[in-house]
């Protein structure tokens, strides 16, 4: 009896970052966020794949890429149970949960249309909440206004 291969191999990157344990539905969210659609980099991207810990996920491998804090918070608010793997010379140095941080600046904007932010284009600022739920939201400082995660549009 022959034995069938269940598992797809991918190559290694020599330097660069993994975004594993993005929920499955978010992965496509992701790429567009970071921009990485309209990147250069060698980029592999899988969703939908079985996952022990979460049933199904979503993973981006980029070549060649370190993140920024701004880019980690994105990366927060539409996949907060993603882990970062950082690879040089194909050894992780460094590995870890994104969190989600108290306060968002600049890269959200506010949903509410009679929103100073709106109007005279300030610079957005939010406090991240949860609420009675569990679920993350967004208090924006300046109308005082709470958005769902489902209304977060980024700049």
Same mark, same amino acid.
């Given at each position: 009896?022959?034995?069938?291969?269940?598992?797809?191999?991918?190559?290694? !990157? @020599?330097?660069?970052? =993994?975004?594993?344990?993005?929920p499955a539905?978010?992965?496509?969210? %992701?790429? $567009?966020?970071?921009?990485?659609?309209?990147?250069?980099?060698?980029?592999?991207?899988?969703?939908?794949?079985?996952s022990?810990?979460?049933?199904?996920?979503?993973?981006?491998?980029?070549?060649?890429?370190?993140?920024?804090?701004?880019?980690?918070?994105?990366?927060?608010?539409?996949?907060?149970?993603?882990?970062?793997?950082? !690879? @040089?010379d194909?050894? =992780?140095?460094?590995?870890?949960?994104?969190?989600l941080?108290?306060? %968002?600046? $600049?890269?959200?904007?506010?949903?509410?249309?009679?929103?100073?932010?709106?109007?005279?284009?300030?610079?957005?600022?939010?406090?991240?909440?949860?609420?009675?739920?569990?679920?993350?939201?967004?208090?924006?400082?300046?109308?005082e206004?709470?958005?769902?995660?489902?209304?977060?549009?980024?700049?």
């Amino acid at each position: 009896m022959e034995n069938k291969r269940t598992e797809l191999k991918v190559s290694a !990157i @020599r330097n660069g970052t =993994v975004i594993d344990h993005i929920p499955a539905g978010n992965a496509f969210q %992701v790429v $567009k966020l970071l921009n990485l659609d309209e990147s250069s980099r060698q980029i592999y991207f899988g969703t939908n794949l079985d996952s022990k810990k979460f049933g199904k996920k979503g993973i981006i491998k980029i070549s060649n890429k370190f993140f920024e804090l701004e880019e980690i918070s994105k990366i927060a608010l539409v996949a907060p149970s993603a882990t970062l793997i950082e !690879i @040089r010379d194909y050894e =992780v140095t460094k590995k870890g949960k994104v969190h989600l941080p108290e306060t %968002v600046e $600049k890269i959200v904007k506010c949903f509410n249309p009679k929103c100073v932010t709106n109007i005279q284009h300030i610079p957005t600022k939010f406090k991240v909440i949860e609420d009675h739920k569990g679920n993350m939201k967004l208090f924006c400082k300046y109308c005082e206004k709470t958005m769902a995660k489902e209304n977060i549009e980024f700049n």
